[in-house]
């Protein structure tokens, strides 16, 4: 007589953290090393800036997409395409000549680091009954929280200790690091879960867009993390040419309102 059937093997949810935080950290990680890029590629700090606006918005962009394609051809797959592009446009973010073409590899290091925000969160869900999906994703959660704090104190020592370029050849790392950890822990079987077509998407958007309480939220968090960004993107150079502080402070200054902008996400989940 044979035993129950194993239970399927799950994505750990370290892993998916990692994965998870990795888009964002990319983001945060780079701005203490903003001025010294901009000495280095003989660019203003305008030009310099667009490396974070750009990734911002390859963020917003790619996850519209990456939902609809992972439900049609899986998790697996499309989180793997997702992080090859994070990685290849990290190595070319590395060796970038100008910040032109550093611009353009921040676009595409977003368009694939946004692949683990939409898909680490997709995955505990779909391998977890409802109310486990709910401990695993505050788990998770907490987790991925840790990294906007500790990325620009990370970027600064790197960018102390090797140059500007050592954030960007780090980066590609991490990302080298995912891919291999996910084609080993990501299990094949986390498959579509649904098969949805361009036009139901586009409806599913359109209905969004009609919506008065969706626009009133989205409206509302734009604003704040708009806010937010554009402190954080002009903070190292008003840190350094105005104020005068030097390069090694950026992270501690940028961390310190990172805590405060998390702290007070806690506390109004907490009085919602």
Excluded at 74 to 99: E, K, N, Q, S, W
């Amino acid at each position: 007589m044979s035993g129950p059937p194993p239970e399927p093997r799950r994505a750990p949810l370290w892993l998916l953290a990692l994965i998870t935080f990795s888009g964002t950290l990319a983001m945060h990680v780079f701005v203490p090393a903003l001025p010294q890029a901009a000495a280095a590629l003989g660019a203003s700090p305008g030009s310099l800036q667009l490396t974070i606006s750009f990734y911002i918005a390859g963020l917003a962009v790619g996850q519209l997409v990456y939902g609809p394609l992972s439900d049609r051809y899986g998790r697996r797959p499309v989180l793997l395409a997702g992080l090859f592009l994070y990685t290849t446009a990290g190595l070319a973010a590395a060796l970038a000549p100008d910040a032109t073409a550093l611009i353009a590899a921040r676009l595409f290091q977003a368009l694939g680091g946004c692949a683990g925000l939409v898909l680490g969160r997709a995955i505990v869900r779909d391998g977890s009954a409802l109310s486990e999906a709910a401990q695993r994703l505050a788990t998770m959660n907490l987790m991925v929280a840790l990294g906007p704090g500790l990325a620009p104190l990370l970027g600064t020592a790197l960018t102390a200790a090797a140059g500007w370029r050592a954030v960007l050849w780090s980066l590609c790392g991490l990302g080298v690091l995912n891919a291999a950890l996910a084609w080993r822990w990501i299990p094949a079987g986390v498959a579509a879960a649904s098969q949805q077509d361009s036009g139901q998407v586009l409806r599913s958007y359109l209905k969004l867009l009609r919506s008065p309480a969706f626009l009133g939220y989205a409206l509302g968090g734009g604003c704040a993390t708009t806010s937010m960004y554009a402190f954080i993107a002009a903070a190292p150079f008003i840190i350094t040419a105005e104020l005068g502080r030097s390069s090694g402070e950026v992270g501690v200054y940028l961390a310190i309102v990172v805590f405060g902008i998390w702290l007070g996400s806690a506390c109004a989940s907490r009085l919602a």
